[in-house]
């Protein structure tokens, strides 16, 4: 890996770590972070693949509250980076996603923990109206979030041109590997009996179900799929009268001077 390749998958990394807080570009969705590592490390197709397949697992993944999800933006990167970089199939980057998901989740604790010290010492500055004090703080606090992705992915990136991540995956017993393929594979349904679960669209599950049935009968691969499903959708919007302005017919007029007073503004909109 060169300098400037190891400067772009830092880069990338700590942007992605930075996003998951943020929660706004989702630069750390794996699908953007793993294409983007892919871009960096010159193999585009392997990152795009790799981030198909990991974004299915994190798909239901949010932070709701105080709870805290498992860190997509640590297993993006990392396992783009032990794939594309140190030769390694998909299935081993799925297989190592779920466990950095895991300790992402931890450390992003952690951090979150430390950066309680900066919020108190924002409040000690806008009591003060020092604004800059507060945005200063505002911008460490989220540069400790990017650089618990960066630092680990940076570390990870160093040794991939060796032999040793290559000889630690090979060290890791197939049933464990095996194990969490298929633990990634449940992760999948979960995830989306999650979002299912979150949009409450009952009127909807027929397509879900219609969709399911005609990918497991059919040879559809996913374009052709998604063309089906933007069709479907777009007859659906057409058809619901939901999706349409209702016309109002006016309301009847009551009382003595109603029957006049309708006359009068109809004989208005003709003239």
């Known amino acids: 890996m060169s300098a400037v390749q190891m400067i772009l998958v830092i880069l990338v990394a700590l942007v992605a ?66 794939v594309i970089a140190s030769g390694q199939g998909v299935a081993e980057g799925i297989a190592i996603a779920v466990p950095l998901a895991a300790a992402g989740q931890v450390l992003t604790i952690f951090v979150r923990t430390i950066n309680v010290f900066f919020q108190h010492q924002a409040d000690n500055f806008a009591a003060k109206a020092n604004f800059r004090g507060v945005e200063l703080m505002h911008f460490t606090a989220l540069l400790l979030q990017g650089l ?17 991540v290559k000889n630690a995956l090979d ?37 879900f179900f219609l969709g399911f049935v005609v990918a497991s009968f059919t040879n559809f691969n996913l374009v052709g799929l998604g063309i089906m499903g933007a069709c479907l959708a777009v007859i659906y919007v057409q058809l619901n009268p939901l999706y349409h302005d209702q016309i109002k017919m006016p309301a009847a007029a009551t009382g003595g001077g109603g029957s006049a007073a309708l006359d009068d503004d109809l004989d208005d909109e003709l003239d």
Not at 148 to 164: D, E, F, H, L, Y
Not at 173 to 189: E, N, R, Y
């Open 148 to 164: 618990r992705v960066a630092i680990p992915t940076a570390v990870v990136a160093a040794v991939s041109g060796t032999n040793a």
């Open 171 to 207: 060290a890791i017993p197939h049933v464990v590997t095996g194990g969490l393929q298929v633990a990634g594979g449940f992760i999948v349904v979960v995830g989306y009996a999650m979002v299912i679960n979150m949009m409450q669209a009952k009127a909807l599950m027929p397509f």
């Open 17 to 82: 770590g930075m996003a998951s807080v943020l929660d706004e570009r989702q630069f750390h969705r794996p699908l953007v972070a793993c294409t983007l590592m892919g871009l960096v490390l010159g193999d585009l197709h392997t990152g795009v693949i790799l981030g198909g397949s990991l974004e299915l697992i994190a798909l239901g993944w949010m932070n709701v509250g105080a709870a805290m999800a498992p860190d997509a933006a640590l297993a993006s990167t990392i396992s783009a980076v032990v």
